[in-house]
């Protein structure tokens, strides 16, 4: 399996490792004061080197008192003195310049993920709430609201592309470590978040710029969108005929199946038709796969 990150192998100047590298694009902004607060998920035995981290850096830091029991498969949220078998344990984490924030952050976060002591969709406003705290636009905090309440987050992609006219690469989301933006858009050309996403485009370039190279070229691949967190990145580029992606190679984001990923790796070309996904080499096929639903299994290109 593959495990795409440019941020695993090119070192870094804060010294981000482990689980917590993958929140870097957001502690660069909270360290440039481009957001009031970044969040994302540690495992359990990296939280002292964390907290170390943060203090070099002039930077607060917090963790969820419940813990992520994370499978290939799911996220299961439950509390950190419950009995959980299997799984790696891990823990949400705060990062901001101020205390105050910092305690909102947490205390949002566990209002949205356990409203009223159980697991389930929160209120619109405390949902808003937690997404301003973390600085994300109105706007897309409003777009996820509707997928969040549907718990559809494949809904969440294929309405933003619904939205976009021109597919911007600063707010590609999809490539799993590498992004600008850490939420969902309510478009891939919403203003509030290219203007954001510019900002730190610049900040990162400044700081870090191998990471910034690699980002960038990362950002623009092809992209086969299959569900929410799960995908194929080229490492190719398209094709005159719509929806079709020569390629020499390709990551994975998420649990893709493995007679795709067989097809794949004996193939250099795939195109979307209609009704299913055409896997070929030189021309001749290698496999077919149905395509069910139109709302997810399609290519997004992004410039």
């Not at 205390?99 to 909102?104: A, R, V």
Request: hydrophobic letters at 35%; one cysteine or more; proline letters at 4%.
């Amino acid at each position: 399996m593959r495990t795409p990150s440019v941020y695993q192998f090119i070192p870094n100047s804060f010294g981000l490792s482990g689980s917590l590298v993958s929140i870097l694009p957001d502690f660069i902004s909270v360290f440039s004061d481009l957001k009031p607060c970044a969040s994302g998920v540690i495992k359990l035995e990296e939280i002292d080197g964390a907290r170390e981290l943060c203090r070099r850096h002039n930077l607060k830091i917090d963790f969820s008192d419940f813990k992520l029991a994370i499978s290939s498969k799911s996220t299961v949220k439950t509390k950190l003195a419950a009995d959980h078998k299997g799984g790696q344990e891990w823990r949400q984490v705060f990062i901001s310049k101020s205390d105050k924030i910092l305690k909102q952050a947490k205390a949002a976060h566990f209002e949205h993920t356990f409203y009223k002591g159980e697991i389930q969709t929160a209120p619109r406003s405390i949902i808003k709430n937690y997404g301003k705290i973390l600085g994300y636009p109105q706007c897309c905090a409003e777009h996820l609201i509707q997928c969040d309440y549907d718990r559809k987050f494949d809904n969440a992609v294929s309405g933003a592309c619904r939205n976009t006219k021109i597919f911007h690469h600063e707010l590609n989301n999809l490539a799993y470590f590498h992004y600008y933006i850490p939420y969902f858009p309510c478009a891939y050309d919403c203003r509030e978040s290219f203007e954001y996403a510019e900002k730190l485009k610049k900040e990162i370039k400044k700081i870090e710029p191998n990471i910034y190279d690699a980002t960038e070229k990362y950002l623009k691949l092809p992209y086969l969108f299959l569900a929410y967190n799960v995908g194929i990145v080229f490492n190719g580029a398209m094709e005159k005929e719509a929806g079709t992606v020569s390629y020499s190679d390709f990551d994975i984001i998420g649990p893709v199946g493995e007679s795709l990923l067989s097809a794949l790796d004996n193939g250099n070309r795939c195109r979307i038709l209609d009704d299913k996904i055409e896997i070929s080499r030189d021309l001749e096929i290698v496999n077919a796969f149905s395509r069910d639903n139109k709302e997810k299994e399609f290519m997004i290109i992004f410039k």
